[in-house]
């Protein structure tokens, strides 16, 4: 019978803010999250909705980053839905990046 053995790679790091973390999604996942952030959060209405955002962002960070990701990276700095999103979209943009590299480097 014939058998593979595939080694999954290291996870990929990224610094922010001075904290490494482990990239825990795909490149896919990850663009697919944002696309969803881009289109659904437009118009963020009331209270509710803002609740609801905030929870989203944190959610996406955690399964993006690992548990408490926004929070260390955060910390008590209070931020707007706008700067959550600028700061994920530049933590998303950044792990495409190492994604990016890691993939060029397979034409090597």
Known sequence: MDSVT?????????DVNGKTFAVRMSEDEILDQMIYFSTEYRDV?????????HHQFYNFCDRMLGK???TKIVGNHPLSIDEKASLIMAIAKTACAAYRRKLDGYDE
């Open 6 to 14: 595939y080694e999954f790679p290291r996870r990929r790091e990224i």
């Open 45 to 53: 209405d009331s209270l509710e909705d803002r609740n609801e955002k």
């Open 68 to 70: 408490g990701a926004l």
